[in-house]
């Protein structure tokens, strides 16, 4: 079992940055892959980016390609999701996620973290 465990969501305004953070603990080896997902209200959760770290793999979305990044640790186990210009539009619940590879982090993550309420307001 892995268990995520996301944190630095907020309320920020319209052209402002956000960075949050997942950490990853238990059988941190079977999860090569993570990536982020959001769910604004009353919408389908969404993917967002999902990286390999060991080969470098990575896929954004189009609507936060060139604003956000994501990055790692893996001396703290944990990713980041560095957040610039951020639009009313991405007001969402984030949540990380992890699996073997990126390609099934895209699909069907097999481990989820709880969330974290991002804001932006106009």
């Known amino acids: 079992q892995v268990q995520l465990v996301e944190s630095g969501g907020g309320l920020v305004q319209a052209g402002g940055s956000l960075r949050l953070s997942c950490v990853a603990s238990g059988r941190t080896f079977s999860s090569a892959a993570m990536g982020w997902f959001r769910q604004a209200p009353g919408k389908e959760r969404e993917f967002v980016v999902a990286c390999d770290f060991h080969d470098g793999d990575t896929n954004y979305a189009d609507s936060v390609k060139g604003r956000f990044t994501i990055s790692g640790d893996n001396a703290k186990n944990t990713v980041y999701l560095q957040m610039n210009n951020l639009k009313p539009e991405d007001t969402a619940v984030y949540y990380c996620?992890?699996?073997?590879?990126?390609?099934?982090?895209?699909?069907?993550?097999?481990?989820w973290g709880q969330g974290t309420q991002v804001t932006v307001s106009s």
């Open positions: 996620a992890a699996a073997l590879t990126t390609e099934r982090v895209i699909r069907a993550p097999t481990y």
